[in-house]
């Protein structure tokens, strides 16, 4: 079944027609960057306070908002779901007043975030509803026995569509009779820990939620109290016991948002393979355990990271440390920027060695990477050396949007490298192909439309 679901994910594309078609090739300017631009706004913040603002039926406009795949599947289904929501290009996303949700016999596609996922069940079963859920590839293969054990204790009931099945498409039925003591049990995800704290917050009342004793827990604390607190909601945390009562909320106008850690950290490492400085404009993530061993990451990369009120800015020191300890906290998403920065470490005449890569890390993947780089990781000690690799005129098939931006930057590197997949890299950051076009100093500032003037020219007629 999982193979059939893989296949239905799978574009057939004829042979002579794949053997014709080169790769998108990558040949940036050779110059010292200087980038100065705003930093999009965190995916996670965004969708977060766009779950706030459309179950209170509130407004709230969203200035530099990451406008990726996630962000338009979630906008999608909160409007599906009886919300009124816009963005335009230039980031700003706009929730009407006075449009509550309804989950009542709906049928919902929610893409393949795993966020998306939770915040639309736990918003979900605060009423009766009745709803199913479909999704892409990932979530059809993704487990979701922790959600479906959950559920219950909460008056509501998950069931897979497909028998034999434990992602999407499900049905979720929802009592909404809610309990005000709530024990989270250890095994739910990260993802659902966050909805749920965002969640409760429409619960009748005062509730408790007793979280596991994990970093997890912690990290989704101080991701979602302070936008609860922003919004008038008492919510208190002593240790791993939350109380959150509900209240009116006061939605602010337009909140301000910190900077998308991942996006950010990627830019921040372009100065280590093309010289030169980059700076972004906003606000760098505060009390966030993934920020600062972003920025641990960066430094044990050669690069010299400065931080400051209005944002935060890298240039590359060639001083490198060791790039272990960072990841082995990091998700596997930030494997391709180590590589990218290790690869940088040995271009620079110094001794370089493959980092340990985050548990769950495509470690095929990281081998493709470097030998694109005309690298070779040692078997041994991972020391790096260099080999003869040639580049296949199709391109290299990136797996991910991290491992494509890795290899967009490593063009810096090594003259020739080409990409056969490159859209796949707008699903994380849709202006990045204006940003790499633009180098050394991209304008992402979108330009004013051209005012044309529809009225006819006047005749003059002269009658003789």
């Known amino acids: 079944?999982?193979?059939?679901?893989?296949?239905?994910?799978?574009?057939?594309?004829?042979?002579d027609e794949e053997d014709a078609r080169p790769g998108f090739n990558l040949s940036p300017s050779r110059r010292a960057v200087d980038v100065n631009i705003d930093a999009p706004a965190s995916i996670r913040q965004t969708r977060l306070w766009l779950a706030l603002a459309t179950a209170a039926a509130s407004e709230v406009t969203i200035r530099g908002a990451l406008i990726n795949d996630p962000m338009i599947d979630f906008v999608k289904a909160l409007n599906q779901s009886g919300a009124s929501i816009s963005w335009d290009e230039a980031g700003n996303v706009h929730a009407k007043a006075g449009c509550p949700l309804d989950f009542s016999d709906k049928v919902v596609y929610i893409g393949e975030d795993a966020l998306n996922l939770y915040?639309?069940?736990?918003?979900?079963?605060?009423?009766?509803?009745?709803?199913?859920?479909?999704?892409?590839?990932?979530?059809?293969?993704?487990?979701?026995?922790?959600?479906?054990?959950?559920?219950p204790g909460l008056g509501a009931r998950l069931t897979n569509v497909v028998p034999k099945t434990k992602g999407l498409p499900v049905r979720l039925e929802s009592s909404g009779i809610l309990p005000d003591d709530v024990t989270v049990p250890d095994d739910l995800p990260a993802e659902a820990l966050c909805a749920l704290l965002l969640?409760?917050?429409?619960?009748?009342?005062?509730?408790?939620?007793?979280?596991?004793?994990?970093?997890v827990s912690a990290s989704c604390l101080a991701a979602v109290l302070p936008l609860l607190h922003e919004?008038?909601?008492?919510?208190?945390?002593?240790?791993?016991?939350?109380?959150?009562?509900?209240?009116?909320?006061?939605?602010?106008?337009?909140?301000?948002?910190?900077?998308?850690?991942?996006?950010?950290?990627?830019?921040?490492?372009?100065?280590?393979?093309?010289?030169?400085?980059?700076?972004?404009?906003?606000?760098?993530?505060?009390?966030?355990?993934?920020?600062?061993?972003?920025?641990?990451?960066?430094?044990?990369?050669?690069?010299?990271?400065?931080?400051?009120?209005?944002?935060?800015?890298s240039t590359y020191a060639a001083v490198p440390g060791d790039m272990d300890a960072p990841l082995a906290t990091l998700p596997p998403a930030y494997a391709p920027l180590a590589v990218l920065l290790a690869a940088a470490t040995f271009a620079?005449?110094?001794?370089?060695?493959?980092?340990?890569?985050?548990?769950?890390?495509?470690?095929?993947?990281?081998?493709?990477?470097?030998?694109?780089?005309?690298?070779?990781?040692?078997?041994?000690?991972?020391?790096?050396?260099?080999?003869?690799?040639?580049?296949?005129?199709?391109?290299?098939?990136s797996p991910a949007p991290e491992w494509s931006m890795a290899l967009a930057f490593g063009s810096?590197?090594?003259?020739?490298?080409?990409?056969?997949?490159?859209?796949?890299?707008?699903?994380?950051m849709p202006a990045f192909w204006a940003l790499f076009n633009g180098l050394p100093s991209p304008d992402l500032k979108p330009k004013p439309k051209e005012i044309i003037d529809a009225k006819p020219a006047r005749r003059r007629i002269i009658a003789g």
Request: net charge negative; aromatic share 4%.
């Open 199 to 215: 969640a409760a917050s429409f619960w009748p009342g005062t509730v408790t939620l007793r979280l596991p004793a994990t970093p």
């Open 1 to 15: 079944h999982q193979l059939f679901t893989l296949l239905q994910e799978v574009d057939v594309i004829d042979r």
């Open 412 to 428: 810096f590197l090594r003259n020739g490298l080409r990409l056969a997949n490159p859209g796949n890299i707008t699903e994380l």
């Open 231 to 313: 919004a008038g909601i008492k919510a208190t945390a002593d240790g791993d016991t939350v109380r959150i009562t509900s209240g009116t909320m006061t939605i602010p106008a337009e909140p301000a948002l910190a900077m998308e850690p991942l996006v950010a950290t990627y830019l921040l490492g372009l100065p280590a393979v093309a010289g030169g400085n980059v700076r972004l404009t906003g606000l760098w993530p505060a009390a966030c355990a993934e920020a600062e061993a972003a920025i641990a990451l960066l430094k044990a990369g050669g690069l010299e990271v400065k931080r400051d009120k209005d944002g935060i800015a």
């Open 119 to 151: 915040l639309l069940i736990f918003l979900a079963i605060g009423a009766q509803s009745h709803l199913k859920i479909t999704g892409g590839a990932a979530l059809k293969l993704a487990d979701l026995s922790a959600l479906s054990h959950f559920l």
């Open 348 to 397: 620079s005449e110094k001794p370089a060695r493959m980092p340990a890569l985050p548990a769950g890390t495509d470690t095929l993947a990281a081998t493709g990477l470097l030998g694109q780089l005309g690298l070779e990781a040692d078997a041994e000690d991972g020391a790096l050396t260099r080999v003869e690799t040639d580049i296949p005129g199709a391109g290299w098939a």
